[in-house]
């Protein structure tokens, strides 16, 4: 049986137990609640019935006490003792109305609410008796009152007692029965308490028999979670790279294992060979990082081949004592598991010693390794994967640099021709104008275009290159947003009266100054306003300057605001993407590459800000360069120092 289908065993013993346990003490908490609370609900009864009789008797005794008062009052001759004798008359009225209200106030049920109907009228006729003999006393005639009071009075009196009499004693017999029903529910009570308590104990004897039948498995698994826990502390120490981790891993499992030696081995089936990546060793054995050695003369040959960690105690007492693999490695105790990279078998993680090991390998032990080897296939898989993805990165960063290498050749030597095609054409539109040639001019003009046209998208592709390399330049310095404004769309005059658009600029006064690189500045400023020009027609294009607050910060804002043709919602999310439009009809009926955008949102990111946009299909666009009012020196002197890093 092995360590995991022991405690799975185990476990479920003592589960079955204890809940069994729980079950009857449960049930045994159950049964005295439920008694207790019978009891308690008897006993509230008893003392219900109490009270009652205490009522019953004070409302007897009153009624009695009355009678008596009304018979002294007849034979007193002092008035003033007579008056007293009234006093005491009505108080003991008061009294007896007071327990009447009170008894007649709950509910009455079976034989004592007709015991309590046979003497209510008596009751009622004693009360009125009574009162009609002190109002006789009160008038002096006596010899009437005593008549009344023989006659009447104590006959109805003696009836009451015996009717208040049969009462008690069936509220007796109710509390007499009340408290046999106690002693019967107790008895059985304490019966089935007995019962279950002896079963509970038989089954906690069993439980405890099975708890110490897998004392030494409970053991082990105490013993294999603190490894765990070391293997754990040693796998999440900060600070190691992943060769310092495999390397701590193995010293934690030679001390654990009580070993010497503890080696992480690559097994090439092909080669036959066995190459140590991982050693930990004392120097005096000469086992070192990289030392390769046949694998059929090594145990992890025998490792290698198996599913199930390999344990071997005391090799001279062993099968393979005097074998190829003894010989050859000098070892007198190994314990190793099979260790697979990326699914697939890679090799071993093995610990020795040149000694016997003093007790038997357990099952805790070859978990143990087996654990080890785990982390380490992990470990590995990890370390593979960053230099796969450090040499990815080499092969990128080189592949940008080339690009970024080719496109600047490649623009200036596709420049320097465009810009004498340039310049010879408008010497030849200079010359044809001259000898009145107006067709040949026309065409010159638009070889011109089309230069200059080309020129634009050749920069364009530059800029781009060198924002994605990181090698844009900037030199920032305060500027004047109304002086830069003005000087853009005085170049947008003959553009602006063609589309027939009006311009309006609203400058907020009391925040004129920024700090920025004017070039690209200007260039992004082009870029927006040319699109607002070149996309609205019969139309209005606003440009406002102004200070807002967005996440805790004050910025410098540029709006460019236009009616023109708009942008779906759709195409929003790529228009700052390189070489995309909004749609292939805008692309074919205005024209453009789809660099503009993108090349002025990542040099307004680059100089600290930001740019946004707001547009719906034929309603216009809105585009707002956010500037930082606050450290923008320092955010742009960052980029300029990256820049230069990466150049360099």
Not at 87 to 96: D, I
Not at 250 to 279: M, Q, S, W, Y
Not at 414 to 434: D, F, V, W
Not at 498 to 508: A, E, G, P
Request: charged share 25%; proline share 2%; aromatic share 8%.
């Amino acid at each position: 049986m092995d360590l995991s289908t022991s405690h799975n065993r185990s476990k479920t013993v003592i589960t079955i137990g204890f809940s069994t346990i729980i079950v009857f003490l449960m049930v045994l908490i159950g049964l005295w609640v439920d008694t207790v609370i019978s009891n308690e609900r008897i006993l509230k009864e008893i003392a219900q019935a109490q009270l009652e009789t205490r009522q019953i008797s004070a409302m007897r005794n009153a009624a009695y006490r009355r009678a008596l008062a009304l018979h002294r009052m007849s034979i007193m001759d002092d008035p003033f003792d007579q008056e007293e004798e009234e006093r005491r008359f009505r108080l003991l009225g008061g009294e007896f109305l007071s327990n009447r209200e009170k008894l007649f106030s709950r509910p009455m049920r079976g034989r004592e609410k007709i015991a309590w109907d046979d003497i209510r009228e008596t009751l009622n006729k004693g009360g009125r008796t009574q009162n009609q003999v002190l109002g006789l006393i009160m008038d002096e005639k006596l010899d009437k009152a005593n008549k009344i009071l023989l006659d009447e009075v104590v006959p109805t009196q003696d009836i009451f007692v015996d009717g208040i009499s049969n009462i008690l004693d069936l509220q007796t017999d109710q509390v007499a029965n009340k408290i046999a029903e106690v002693t019967k529910r107790n008895q059985t009570t304490y019966w089935l308490i007995g019962l279950s308590s002896v079963v509970a104990l038989l089954l906690f004897a069993f439980t405890i028999f099975v708890v110490r039948k897998t004392g030494k498995t409970e053991e082990a698994l105490m013993d294999q979670g603190k490894r765990i826990r070391e293997l754990y502390e040693v796998s999440s120490k900060p600070g190691h790279n992943l060769d310092e981790q495999i390397s701590e891993m193995l010293k934690l499992g030679n001390r654990l294992l009580d070993l010497e030696i503890a080696r992480v081995c690559k097994i090439n089936p092909e080669a036959e060979t066995n190459t140590f990546l991982h050693v930990e060793a004392p120097e005096s054995y000469n086992i070192s990082k990289g030392k390769i050695i046949p694998l059929g003369k090594s145990f992890c040959n025998i490792t290698f081949s198996s599913n199930e960690a390999i344990a071997l105690g005391d090799i001279s007492n062993s099968d393979y004592a005097n074998t190829k693999y003894h010989e050859f490695s000098g070892l007198e105790s190994y314990i190793a598991a099979k260790i697979t990279v990326y699914g697939k078998d890679f090799g071993t993680v093995n610990f020795s010693s040149r000694y016997p090991h003093e007790k038997p390998f357990t099952d805790t032990d070859k978990d143990l390794v087996k654990l080890i080897g785990s982390w380490v296939s992990l470990a590995l898989e990890r370390k593979f994967s960053q230099n796969a993805l450090y040499e990815a990165k080499e092969h990128a960063e080189e592949a940008s640099r080339t690009k970024s290498d080719f496109l600047a050749n490649m623009s200036h030597e596709l420049r320097t021709p465009l810009n004498a095609i340039i310049g010879y054409s408008e010497l030849l539109i200079e010359e044809s104008e001259e000898t009145a040639e107006s067709g040949v001019a026309t065409d010159l003009r638009k070889i011109t275009y089309s230069g200059h046209h080309l020129l634009n998208l050749i920069n364009d592709i530059l800029d781009l290159s060198k924002v994605e390399a990181g090698k844009m330049d900037f030199l920032p310095e305060n500027i004047s947003i109304h002086k830069l404004i003005t000087e853009v769309t005085d170049s947008f005059k003959l553009t602006l009266s063609k589309n027939n658009n009006k311009l309006t600029i609203q400058f907020d006064e009391n925040n004129d100054s920024v700090f920025v690189d004017p070039t690209r500045m200007k260039q992004s400023l082009l870029n927006l306003i040319g699109n607002a020009v070149k996309f609205t027609k019969n139309g209005t294009i606003n440009i406002e300057t102004k200070q807002q607050e967005r996440e805790g910060r004050f910025w410098t804002t540029i709006t460019v605001k236009d009616d023109g043709i708009g942008i779906n919602k759709e195409a929003i999310n790529k228009i700052f993407q390189p070489f995309q439009q909004a749609s292939k009809e805008t692309s074919i009926k205005y024209g453009g590459t789809g660099l503009g955008l993108a090349i002025t949102h990542r040099m307004c990111q680059m100089m600290g800000g930001d740019l946004t946009v707001v547009s719906h299909k034929d309603e216009g666009s809105t585009f707002t360069i956010w500037l930082p009012n606050d450290q923008a020196d320092s955010m742009l002197v960052d980029n300029m120092a990256t820049a230069k890093a990466a150049n360099s």
